[in-house]
């Protein structure tokens, strides 16, 4: 399947596509609202890993980025066999937070069908405290902000 031209609310997104299942489809017969939030959560670690910054790192640097708030906007519905391409930025940092967006777009029709946006806080594993990000968290992820709020 070729994809549109795509309106992305910003410039240069990560970007994912995938397919709705019978599994993600409830009883309306569209995807269910829970496997958006899900696929939020996919795509930032999927980025955050293409940036160097996986499970890994986090676990050896004893930091972390845990959500503080989720603001979900369902548009469209999206049915079973829908390609949904689905793009996420960072948009602002700072030395305890940082705000992702997320925009999935249905690639039969190029409409935009959600849009996400989450605010994480760094905090330090082992005590589970909120903490200064890492020298690594504020290179990296710094380095990948699209826009500063």
């Not at 986090?58 to 503080?68: I, T, W």
Request: a neutral charge; charged letters at 15%.
């Amino acid at each position: 399947m070729s994809l549109p031209d795509i309106a992305w609310d910003h410039p240069a997104p990560y970007t994912e596509t995938l397919v709705v299942q019978p599994a993600h489809i409830d009883l309306m017969q569209h995807t269910n609202n829970v496997n958006y939030l899900q696929w939020v959560e996919d795509m930032a670690w999927a980025h955050s890993t293409a940036l160097g910054l996986g499970q890994a790192e986090y676990a050896a640097l004893g930091h972390g980025m845990v959500v503080r708030q989720h603001e979900l906007s369902y548009l469209q519905p999206t049915r079973l066999g829908d390609t949904l391409v689905r793009g996420t930025w960072l948009v602002a940092i700072d030395k305890l937070s940082l705000h992702r967006h997320h925009q999935f777009v249905r690639a039969s029709d190029g409409q935009t069908v959600f849009r996400a946006r989450t605010h994480y806080v760094c905090v330090d594993i082992a005590q589970g405290k909120v903490r200064r990000m890492p020298e690594p968290f504020l290179r990296i992820y710094g380095a990948a902000v699209v826009l500063q709020n």
